[in-house]
């Protein structure tokens, strides 16, 4: 089973940035469609961006030009830069592929100030 670690959240201002890592064990992440989801309290979780294994992306209309999810398969990490936050972005962060097939991790938290 595949392991996901996430990280590179904390506590930011509005129109800062921040930089998420998701590390993940096992052989298969070369060849998995993945994606970034996000969970803010009392919400469901949401799929924010994806990226195929040979780095075609995809996002969500509200952070379109303000988020940008990439992979580096040599390391098994995928990653999301997220510039120009916003507080509407407070959220726990979560890498799964885009399917959820693995079980997920703990994510990271991101908490922007207004």
């Known amino acids: 089973q595949v392991q996901l670690v996430e990280s590179g959240g904390g506590l930011v201002q509005a129109g800062g940035s921040l930089r998420l890592s998701c590390a993940a064990s096992g052989s298969t992440f070369s060849i998995s469609f993945m994606g970034w989801y996000r969970q803010a309290p009392g919400k469901q979780r949401e799929l924010v961006a994806t990226i195929t294994s040979n780095g075609v992306t995809n996002y969500v209309d509200n952070v379109k030009g303000r988020f940008t999810i990439s992979r580096d398969n040599a390391k098994n990490t995928m990653y999301l830069q997220m510039n120009n936050l916003t507080p509407e972005d407070t959220a726990v962060y979560y890498c799964?592929?885009?399917?959820?097939?693995?079980?997920w991790g703990q994510g990271t938290q991101v908490t922007v100030s207004s």
């Open positions: 799964n592929t885009a399917q959820t097939s693995w079980s």
